[in-house]
């Protein structure tokens, strides 16, 4: 494997520092490949990312020089904010980066700013949280069932919230929670939770960008590493965001995560690595081989071996730079909820199992029907614009052909290649059963009491 010097040495490094650390052995990555299939076009990249650990797969796919077994030498660069990030891989400022979901599909769909983007992989599932003030959790703790070991039973709906939002109104106050950018899963997720309690998150309209209209909970943009303190300040009354940022809560003793994205809706899909059409026609051999190196970055991070070591990577300044107990407390398969109350989530951050990488069109479609849902998307349109959408943005083709590299490398094995086209059965894992299915996109909208609905139109 190639690597230069500098890589060596700080790999090494954080590797023996962790295995003193944890008193065990951590695995090193020891495989070897052949040369890349074919030359890369553009070797010099720049990309994009969060200060959150599921960009874990841009850091690791640098530091365990993947990139530069695919002929590329990469520069990760971290972003002020969702839009920033955006408006930079749309500019073509940056040549990729890691993004929330909603933001390639709402560039499409014609929510926001509008261009041609694409992924063609998908980071991860999972990885968030909903975190109360820590009044607000002793408000809800009244409404919240306790188990036989005193603690409260999960998952915790919003039933246990509805109360506290009345008592908000009648006294004249506004209940007020943060998200991190309005066509992010934090938002959708927010929105899914409270609107299956029958608490309503409100409507976006042409007239209304900021989706408060008929609200009883206020929900409004703040970046990740300012949920924190933005609660400890008394602006907001709770938030949904990535880790590191609930734990941190815990950590300063000023708020609780009261349920997990993994708890709403099992194994969801959270961010994507995507880059313009137009770089993905000029460059196709740099974006496959960007996928190649991702794909095996994802594969990495879920061998549990390997999990300390990224946590001391991702700890680094130049990734998340939050302290590395904090990043362990999610990473490496344990989730604190109140102080205290820390228990096994295994697959509270997954990177590649259960076919995390590969990029369904189904997802794809369940954003865009939470964007009808809540007024994002303004008209009625057909089930087939969603199928017609999506399969313009999400490119599991470049996946792939990068996949079956990787296969005829020895990199990955038959099992780790979907035999799909592209839309995962229909599931009710979500926190209130509704089912999901991705090819019935009208169905599913009108299941719901509180959103938007449409009749199907043909």
Known sequence: MKKNLFQLIVVASLLGLWACGSGGEVKKDVTTTTAPVSPVEKPQLTFGFIKLTDMAPLAIAKEMGYFEDEGLFVTLEAQANWKNILDRVIDGELDGA?????????????????????????????????????????????????????????????????????????????????????????????????????????????????????????????????????????????????????????????????????????????????????????????????????????????????????????????????????????????????????????????????NATYPYFSDGVWFLTQMRRWGQIGEAKPADWYASTITKIYRPDIWQTAAKELLAQGLLTDADIPQTDGYKPATADFIDGTQFDGKDPIGYLNSFKIGNKDKLVQ
């Open 98 to 354: 890691h993004m929330l979901a909603g933001q390639p599909i709402a560039a499409g769909a014609g929510f926001g700013r509008q261009a041609d983007l694409v992924t063609s992989y998908s980071m991860d599932l999972n990885g968030n949280a909903i975190t109360v003030s820590n009044s607000v959790w002793a408000a809800m703790k009244k409404h919240v069932k306790n188990g036989p070991d005193g603690k409260p039973i999960h998952p915790i709906t919003a039933d246990a919230l509805k109360p506290v939002i009345d008592a908000y109104k009648k006294e004249g106050k506004q209940f007020k929670m943060g998200m991190v950018f309005p066509v992010s899963t934090h938002n959708y997720e927010l929105r899914y939770w409270l609107a299956a309690a029958g608490i309503d998150p409100g409507q976006y309209t042409a007239d209304n960008a900021n989706g408060q209209v008929g609200a009883e909970a206020l929900l409004s943009v703040t970046p990740p590493p300012q949920m924190p303190a933005t609660l400890e300040s008394g602006t907001i009354d709770g938030y949904c965001v990535g880790e590191p940022w609930n734990q941190q809560a815990v950590f300063k003793g000023i708020g609780v995560p009261v349920v997990t994205n993994y708890e709403i809706w099992k194994n969801n899909p959270e961010k994507v690595f995507v880059m313009t059409k137009a770089f993905v026609d000029q460059y196709p051999n740099t974006a496959k081989a960007i996928t190649k190196a991702l794909i095996r970055a994802g594969k990495w991070l879920d061998d549990p071996a390997n999990r300390p070591s990224a946590v001391g990577i991702l700890s680094r300044q130049e990734y998340v730079g939050a302290d590395s107990v904090i990043i362990a407390n999610s990473m490496t398969g344990t989730f604190e909820f109140e102080k205290g109350d820390k228990r096994s989530l295994p697959d509270f951050n997954v990177f590649f199992k259960y």
